[in-house]
């Protein structure tokens, strides 16, 4: 239902305005799943996957200022916006999830490595929540 482009334009920039508007604490918009399009972590993704990692990419759920991992961890987010998208960070930490307005996500994490990757965010339906 989701995941058709236009509808996802139609979604995204009403959700990014709500965050904005309550940006930094918690955000208490619909649940958003996020859906990486890498099966592992790259070191650079800005033009292809530069440096592919073993480290396995997960999906995501954000809800209310936390991010869940399918593996059980969780983020505690602190919220901005940058040039209508959405900024949430990890707090105590450098880690970061982008959400543009379309729905694209990139997400950063620092540790022994830098790693990056990218992906889709489509709005949870409500009967699966």
Known sequence: ????????????????????????????????????????????????CAGRTRVPTQSFLFEDGLVTFENGDEWRVATTSDRGATILRLEASKDWIRIEADGRFSLRRYGRLVIMTRGV?????????
């Not at 965010?121 to 929540?129: F, H, S, Y």
Request: aromatic fraction near 16%; proline fraction near 11%.
């Open 1 to 48: 239902f989701w995941r058709s482009g236009w509808k996802r334009w139609a979604f995204f920039p009403a959700v990014t305005a709500c965050w904005i508007a309550l940006s930094p604490g918690p955000v208490s918009a619909d649940p958003v799943r996020c859906t990486p399009a890498l099966k592992f972590y790259c070191q650079n993704i800005h033009v292809s």
């Open 121 to 129: 965010c489509d709005q949870v339906p409500e009967a699966t929540r």
